[in-house]
């Protein structure tokens, strides 16, 4: 899922959801959390 849709689905700003989580990368696995580079986000659209 992208950001954008957990944000969708918590019902905050895809901002807000960003924050959140660099504050708290401490409780996600490694292998949870990764960014798209810019050609993968290019496919996507």
Excluded: H, W
């Excluded at 895809?14 to 708290?24: C, D, E, H, P, S």
């Amino acid at each position: 899922m992208l950001d954008s849709d957990l944000a969708e689905l918590y019902g905050v700003p895809t901002k807000a959801l960003v924050q959140a989580v660099k504050r708290n990368l401490g409780r996600f696995p490694e292998d949870l959390i990764f960014q798209l580079e810019k050609q993968d986000i290019a496919i996507l659209r």
